[in-house]
């Protein structure tokens, strides 16, 4: 089946501007979660959604990002007046929380954005 | 939340057996290990996952000792295409995830 989908896969923007950013996790699958990478770092947790609530939003670096997720699928991604230290890539993850506890995130090939 | 620390990067040769140590002094009882692979430009990649013992696939197989304070993640034969780099977790099924810095592996011909 299909796996994780984000769109765009690059994004070119100017400093001030605001960004969306879109997630298609896999169907079915409960949880959902965005991460930023910065270029040679490790993944930055920024938020997770069970269903559509998002019961952690503690990774959101600022209140210039928001994210919502809507009939327990779509996901978007909200940055507003763009920094340039907000340039990274973007993954979204999904997974299926199953009985056990036990879990797996599938993640999406990422938006690289740059901020000029 | 459970932090986890691993080495920055490893080198090894095609062939080899190559183990990468994650240590989770605080890991919770209700905490997983789980491994990721990430190549350039993508996404990570679920390897494996464990809760206790030793846990083994296709790709790799999990040690875990008795107290749970850290994790060996062994790539049996590894190849150049192993080369990645590997991400330790430690948490619950669905919250908040801390991936860290992970491992830089280096696979030489």
């Known amino acids: 089946g299909a796996g994780v989908s984000q769109s765009p896969s690059n994004k070119v923007t100017e400093k001030g501007k605001d960004v969306e950013l879109r997630c298609d996790p896999i169907s079915g699958h409960t949880a959902l979660y965005w991460y930023r990478q910065r270029l040679g770092q490790g993944l930055e947790f920024l938020i997770y959604?069970?269903?559509?609530?998002?019961?952690?939003k503690s990774g959101l670096p600022s209140d210039r990002f928001s994210a919502e997720r809507t009939g327990e699928s779509v996901s978007t991604l909200t940055i507003q007046r763009t920094q340039q230290e907000d340039s990274a890539v973007y993954l979204c993850?999904?997974?299926?929380?199953?009985?056990?506890?036990?879990?797996?995130?599938?993640f999406g090939p990422g938006t690289r954005l740059t901020v000029t | 939340l459970a932090k986890t620390t691993q080495p920055i990067s490893m080198d090894s040769y095609e062939g080899q057996e190559v183990n990468i140590t994650c240590s989770h002094n605080?890991?919770?009882?209700?905490?997983?290990i789980t491994w990721y692979q990430q190549f350039p430009s993508q996404g990570p990649r679920f390897i494996i996952q464990g809760y206790k013992t030793k846990v083994t696939n296709e790709v790799a197989s999990l040690f875990i000792p008795a107290d749970r304070k850290s994790s060996t993640l062994s790539l049996p034969r590894v190849s150049l295409s192993d080369t990645a780099v590997y991400y330790c977790l430690v948490g619950p099924s669905a919250s908040k995830i801390i991936f860290g810095s992970g491992t830089r592996l280096s696979i030489r011909p």
């Open positions: 605080n890991i919770a009882t209700n905490d997983y």
């Open positions: 959604f069970q269903g559509n609530s998002a019961p952690d």
């Open positions: 993850a999904s997974s299926l929380i199953r009985d056990t506890d036990s879990y797996e995130q599938y």
